[in-house]
């Protein structure tokens, strides 16, 4: 084992099978071969500016050219010079241009079973008239437009309307607080609020429009609330002067309004993520280069063809609603499902009947929720017809490998390659995935760079660790995607991303990169904890652990031991058995087994549930505090519930 001063990281769980694309999948594939991808890497790589240019020339529409591909003086990157686009008419007119005008661009879904289907040309005509009532309400160019809705067609359409006009619009997911809605409206200065009456959450109605009401009180620069009639319930309060209605502001528009041409650099959104102080940052895209990865990301992952029906899950409030739900796939033109509600309502079997009722060959969805499912148990798969699926996708996390493997035989029925794909809200789009015709999957890896992605993985002093030691994920090269700022923050966008490792784009996520090329996310800087002298990723440790068949989730983290320096704590989330002693042994035996004596966890607590950020990913940081000031005591069989702590503690 490496030793710890050198700054590299143990990696110490072996995963072995390879799953090879299946051959009919290769046949039609949009890159079919591996020396398609080394011509396009080696491109990219090689001639950067040469590669980007023609990319953009071929797959978006230009009213004026750009003159320079890409301008780069680190940390600030300017992409398309002098060129001008618009993200709304790469994602409708140039397909109506093209002859897609009817084709469906969204299929969706409301909680209660409504349903609403647009073609591109609905889609245009819908977006137009969200355009002109923007404009009516004083939205011009360059405003800041937030928007807090349900996942129904209007989120996506307002998106679209404001990048139709230039105005820069801001998501806030709708599960969000009063308070952060005034700290994210106030941050943006936005002019202009979209909201909805309520929204559908397992049968119940969420009353989204008293939480805006609360957040307006305290967001002075908001002049004018946009209100969408979702619910339909009487007393809905609307400020005289402030607020009105969509179906009067909206819907009584014409539905013609040209898109703006606008500068390739024009901001196109901001989206808030947390960061590792308390503030939340607001990530800045712009219009060209963010479209253009959105678009050519899709298409190369998702491997898209004509009759695909594709489904990401994701929320719009986050980057992978932004990117997969709306710019990427509508950008290429495919035709899009989109529901509104809860995997588990009316029962467990939600998205099953879905994909089995909307024929979906595309399926695009996070860790978080595959091992709810496997809780929920493989009956409510069973049930369904999922034949019509050829790709499968998992984003925001690590899946574990034994995550993986029930994707891969329940899900996938065993013919379905998984795309792991690696990206961040500040990459604008996927960066390391497989490329499904070709790439050979490992369970746990999200394999190799995408082209123009040049990723390196160095220690605390920036040096190159060797393969198959773990370090800190760099990416050494401007790319189109990339994020352009924090909204209002520049200082802290050139520290947090661009000093640590002088001119290139540090991640925030640990990484290795196997012998045979693949990288291996081992979870973030903080999260690499340091057992006698060891470092260990602690998403290895979780794995292993969740490959034990009574184990649902598992959380590792780190406490202060006076002996190892950090002991290894683990929460746990079980099924079909009792949470005593008897298990606990097991499961330290199955990590020993599965790794070795220096990853055994020295605390194992079980839990109802993990405290998760709202996106789903497990808040480590939290876990940590409780693993350091609860010792573990003689009572161990209780079973916490960790979830009341996550609902008390929000990520921001
Ligand atoms: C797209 C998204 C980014 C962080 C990222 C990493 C984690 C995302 C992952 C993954 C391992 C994957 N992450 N995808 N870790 N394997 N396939 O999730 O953006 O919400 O900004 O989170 O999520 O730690 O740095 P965002």
Redesign the pocket.
């Known amino acids: 084992m490496a030793d710890s001063s050198s700054g590299q990281i143990d990696h110490v769980l072996i995963e072995e099978r390879l799953f090879p694309p299946p051959a009919k999948f290769t046949e039609k594939a949009v890159v079919a071969s591996k020396a398609q991808y080394e011509e396009l890497y080696a491109a990219a790589r090689d001639d950067r500016d040469g590669f980007w240019g023609k990319e953009a020339q071929e797959h978006l529409h230009w009213f004026e050219p750009f003159d320079t591909v890409c301008q780069w003086q680190s940390p600030n990157a300017k992409w398309f010079v002098n060129g001008k686009t618009n993200a709304s008419y790469n994602c409708l007119d140039r397909n109506i241009d093209n002859g897609l005008g009817d084709r469906v661009a969204i299929l969706w879904e409301g909680e209660p079973g409504d349903t609403r289907t647009l073609t591109y040309r609905e889609l245009r005509t819908e977006v137009c008239k969200c355009a002109e009532g923007l404009r009516a309400l004083g939205v011009n160019q360059g405003d800041v437009v937030s928007v807090y809705m349900p996942m129904t067609p209007e989120l996506a359409i307002t998106m679209l309307a404001c990048a139709r006009i230039g105005a820069v619009h801001s998501v806030i997911f709708a599960g969000f607080s009063a308070e952060s809605i005034a700290d994210r409206n106030n941050d943006a200065s936005a002019k202009v609020m979209v909201t909805a009456d309520g929204l559908y959450r397992r049968g119940k109605v969420l009353p989204l429009k008293e939480t805006v009401d609360e957040a307006l009180a305290k967001s002075p620069t908001v002049e004018k609330c946009l209100v969408l009639r979702r619910i339909g319930q009487d007393g809905v309060s609307m400020t005289e002067g402030r607020d009105v209605w969509w179906h009067d502001v909206v819907e009584t528009q014409i539905g013609d309004l040209p898109a703006e041409p606008l500068d390739s650099e024009a901001p196109l959104f901001i989206l808030y ?1 947390s960061g590792s102080t308390g503030k939340p940052k607001g990530i800045l895209h712009t219009t060209a280069g963010y479209n253009l990865w959105a678009k050519r990301t899709f298409q190369w992952v998702f491997d898209h063809q004509e009759d695909d029906v594709y489904w990401c899950t994701a929320d719009c409030g ?3 609603g932004h990117s997969y739900v709306v710019y990427g796939p509508l950008s290429a033109g495919a035709t899009c499902l989109m529901y509104e509600g809860a995997p588990n309502h009316p029962q467990e079997d939600r998205f099953w009947d879905l994909v089995e009722k909307y024929k979906v060959t595309t399926l695009y969805t996070a860790p978080t929720a595959i091992r709810a499912f496997i809780k929920w148990g493989d009956e409510h798969v069973e049930k369904h017809d999922l034949s019509s699926l050829r790709l499968l996708g ?6 574990n490998p034994e995550a993986w493997m029930w994707y891969h035989e329940k899900i996938g029925g065993k013919n379905c390659p998984i795309v ?7 990459t604008g789009g996927i960066m390391m995935s497989p490329l499904p015709g070709i790439t050979s999957t490992k369970p746990g890896s ?1 394999t190799t760079p995408l082209p123009g992605v040049i990723p390196e993985i160095v220690d605390e002093s920036g040096q190159p660790v060797e393969p198959n030691h773990g370090g800190m994920l760099c990416i050494a090269q401007p790319w189109p995607g990339m994020l352009r700022g924090i909204w209002g923050d520049e200082k802290r966008y050139a520290e947090q991303y661009w000093t640590m490792v002088p001119g290139k784009y540090l ?3 640990n990484a290795r990169c196997d012998d045979d090329g693949y990288y291996w ?1 081992m ?2 800087i903080d999260d690499v904890i340091n057992v006698s002298g060891h470092r260990l990723s602690t998403i290895e440790v979780e794995s292993a652990l969740v490959s034990h068949e009574a184990v649902c989730e598992a959380a590792v983290v780190g406490r202060p031991d006076d002996l190892k320096g950090q002991a290894i704590a683990a929460f746990v989330t079980i099924r079909d058995r009792e949470p005593d002693e008897e298990l606990k042994k097991e499961l330290r035996l199955h990590v020993r087994k599965q790794i070795g004596a220096l990853a055994n966890p020295d605390d194992i607590r079980f839990t109802a549930s993990l405290p998760k950020t709202r ?1 789903g ?1 497990i808040m480590r940081r939290l876990l940590r505090d409780i693993a350091a000031g609860h010792e573990a005591t003689g009572d161990t069989s209780t079973l916490e519930d960790l979830s009341v702590l996550a609902s008390l503690k929000d990520e921001d």
Do not use: N, P
């Open positions: 993520t986050w980057i992978t998992s984003v925001g996390e690590g899946i792991d794909t690696w990206w961040q809200t500040e999200c991640t925030g996520d996310i979870g973030r996106s990913k």
